[in-house]
T-cell receptor, first 113, second 118 residues
Framework: DQQVKQNSPSLSVQEGRISILNCDYT??????FLWYKKYPAEGPTFLIS?????DKNEDGRFTVFLNKSAKHLSLHIVPSQPGDSAVYFC????????????FGPGTRLSVLP | ETGVTQSPTHLIKTRGQQVTLRCSSQ?????VSWYQQALGQGPQFIFQ???????GRGNFPPRFSGLQFPNYSSELNVNALELDDSALYLC?????????????????FGSGTRLTVV
């Protein structure tokens, strides 16, 4: 049973527009969430994180929103750039599980010029 | 500052064989985690090492084992390879209190070792 879900395997967005990547989780014990970006032939790269005491965290063009009651988080990229084209993974952790992150299956974002 | 390096990058093994994958941690990181990423899926946690001892394990059988050395580098060993072990194996390093720092920068991943079992 997948504890972290990313229901959209792929997403295409025009350059300059907003990209919204969604993630849902089932384990209410999760209290820390991260987004990673992965290019082909490279390891995942940390992008942005949020803890459950917040509902929003912003870093430049990237903003993560957390809705704890809905067990849902989203990553907004504004404006989208062709270099953002990659696979994006949502990951979650809890104080109980410690440093062990549970990853979603990923969403492939394509930003079209 | 060096990142996380893994070797080899690609490997082909026969079912039933044993394999050892290696990882050098990023400078300043004392914790190493290993993940398995099957095709089309997200990384799945195998185990974590801190101070040369296993510090958490995912849902993987005992034939998956590891070591961490005093210099914080690490090995992942898989015995009695099965076809389903074919995957990208990712090593990630971090400070031990990666969630307690408040900085929240998570792991630093290597580029992985692509293992194919035939």
């Amino acid at each position: 049973d997948q504890q972290v879900k990313q229901n959209s395997p792929s997403l295409s967005v025009q350059e300059g527009r907003i990209s919204i990547l969604n993630c849902d989780y089932t384990n209410s014990m999760f209290d820390y969430f991260l987004w990673y970006k992965k290019y082909p032939a490279e390891g995942p790269t940390f992008l942005i994180s949020i803890s459950s005491i917040k509902d929003k965290n912003e870093d430049g063009r990237f903003t993560v929103f957390l809705n704890k009651s809905a067990k849902h988080l989203s990553l907004h990229i504004v404006p989208s750039q062709p270099g953002d084209s990659a696979v994006y993974f949502c990951a979650a952790s809890s104080a109980v599980s410690g440093q062990n992150f549970v990853f979603g299956p990923g969403t492939r974002l394509s930003v079209l010029p | 500052e060096t990142g996380v390096t893994q070797s080899p990058t690609h490997l082909i093994k026969t079912r039933g064989q044993q394999v050892t994958l290696r990882c050098s941690s990023q400078s300043g990181h004392n914790t190493v985690s290993w993940y398995q990423q099957a095709l089309g899926q997200g990384p799945q946690f195998i185990f974590q090492y801190y101070r040369e001892e296993e510090n958490g394990r995912g849902n993987f059988p005992p034939r998956f084992s590891g070591l961490q050395f005093p210099n914080y580098s690490s090995e992942l060993n898989v015995n009695a390879l099965e076809l389903d072990d074919s995957a990208l194996y990712l090593c990630a390093s971090s400070p031990f209190d990666v969630l307690g720092t408040g900085g929240g920068y998570g792991y630093t991943f290597g580029s992985g070792t692509r293992l194919t079992v035939v």
